[in-house]
Antibody, heavy 119, light 107 residues
Framework: QVTLKESGPGILQPSQTLSLTCTFS??????????VGWIRQPSGKGLEWLAN???????YYNPSLKNRLTISKDTSNNQAFLKITNVDTADTATYYC???????????WGQGVMVTVSS | DIQMTQTPSSMPASLGERVTISCRAS??????LNWYQQKPDGTIKPLIY???NLQSGVPSRFSGSGSGTDYSLTISSLEPEDFAMYYC?????????FGGGTKLELK
């Protein structure tokens, strides 16, 4: 059974760094073809893909966030991480992690974690 | 970036009705197209991958089709639990992009 769960700070101030953790079970990021992706959704708006990390440590980022994103993984502990630097109010959103599988990307999703950027 | 345009943005419909949601890509995406359902509590459920393949556990009343730039999701007979938001997403090229969503509402 595949499950994913996001965790984050809840609230942070502008210019700080947002650190998110995705803790998963039922698959391994050391398995060929597996990956984890991050997607966010501002309240009342649509979905935006942020980044993917693959079993071979290959990483892909949404260029719209320029150099603010860093994705990483801890294979031993079944976790993936996303950092967003220099946040502002536009980064207020629900952040989701999802399993990425070569044949079927985003086939399992976490419940999402709400992040608010406010001074 | 590939732009994904979903139509309509909202759709009133009745129980038992057959509905179709469309998704148009700004360039060909070679069938690399997924569909998702999102409930008001934020839960996202994958429905279809690679245009027409049902995810495990998804009822057979859902189906997907399309090619090139034009894709669609069809629900053959609406059940109460189907009233939700629906999103398409392309994964042909990075950055992966989503459509703006279609809200399926009870008429």
């Amino acid at each position: 059974q595949v499950t994913l769960k996001e965790s984050g700070p809840g609230i942070l101030q502008p210019s700080q760094t947002l650190s998110l953790t995705c803790t998963f079970s039922g698959f391994s990021l050391s398995t060929y073809g597996m990956g984890v992706g991050w997607i966010r959704q501002p309240s009342g708006k649509g979905l935006e893909w942020l980044a993917n990390i693959w079993w071979d440590d290959d990483k892909y980022y949404n260029p719209s966030l320029k150099n603010r994103l860093t994705i990483s993984k801890d294979t031993s502990n079944n976790q993936a991480f996303l950092k967003i630097t220099n946040v502002d109010t536009a980064d207020t959103a629900t952040y989701y992690c999802a399993r990425v599988e070569l044949a079927s990307p985003f086939d399992y999703w976490g419940q999402g974690v709400m992040v608010t950027v406010s001074s | 970036d590939i732009q994904m345009t979903q139509t309509p943005s909202s759709m009133p419909a009745s129980l038992g009705e057959r509905v179709t949601i469309s998704c148009r890509a700004s360039q060909g995406i070679s069938n690399y197209l997924n569909w998702y359902q999102q409930k008001p509590d934020g839960t996202i459920k994958p429905l279809i991958y690679y245009t027409s393949n049902l995810q495990s556990g998804v009822p057979s009343r859902f189906s997907g089709s399309g090619s090139g730039t034009d894709y669609s999701l069809t629900i053959s007979s609406l059940e109460p639990e189907d009233f939700a938001m629906y999103y398409c997403q392309q994964y042909d090229s990075s950055p992966w992009t989503f459509g703006g969503g279609t809200k399926l509402e009870l008429k």
